[in-house]
């Protein structure tokens, strides 16, 4: 059965790009446009990783990682999210609260395949 992975960016051109280089992986794809969106995606389908932009209108991903891991269900506050951005600064505030990963966008093949390899083992 393929791993699940959940995209959660209002950016439809980062959903695009993460479904062409990770569907030549296998990996069975699902996309929310906001964090409020993904939070509910996060609770129907218990992805095996949960891709999260920070800058998004509304709930941003800072927002989204502090409710997915603290307001959720026990099952989906244990699913690993990696924090998609272009500001490196933010990087300690989302490891500390529960981030698994951190990349900047945009983001090549080999550091994608990388995350990838340690935390969907």
């Given at each position: 059965?393929?791993?699940k992975?959940?995209?959660?960016?209002?950016?439809?051109d980062?959903?695009e790009?993460l479904e062409?280089?990770?569907a030549m992986?296998?990996?069975?794809?699902?996309?929310?446009?906001?964090?409020?969106?993904?939070?509910?995606k996060?609770?129907?389908?218990?992805?095996?990783?949960?891709f999260?932009?920070?800058?998004?209108?509304?709930?941003?991903g800072?927002?989204?990682?502090?409710?997915?891991?603290t307001?959720?269900?026990?099952?989906?506050?244990?699913?690993?999210?990696?924090?998609?951005?272009?500001?490196?600064?933010?990087q300690s505030?989302?490891?500390?609260?529960?981030a698994?990963?951190?990349?900047t966008?945009?983001?090549?093949?080999?550091a994608l395949?990388?995350?990838?390899?340690?935390?969907?083992?």
């Open positions: 059965m393929p791993k992975i959940l995209i959660i960016d209002d950016d439809r980062v959903h790009i062409l280089r990770l992986f296998g990996y069975e794809m699902f996309h929310a446009m906001n964090g409020n969106e993904g939070c509910l996060a609770t129907e389908i218990k992805p095996d990783l949960i999260l932009d920070i800058s998004m209108p509304g709930i941003d800072v927002e989204t990682l502090k409710k997915l891991k307001e959720m269900p026990d099952d989906v506050k244990k699913i690993p999210v990696v924090m998609l951005t272009t500001h490196e600064h933010l505030n989302c490891l500390k609260m529960g698994a990963a951190y990349m966008k945009p983001f090549d093949l080999y395949k990388e995350v990838l390899a340690r935390l969907l083992p």
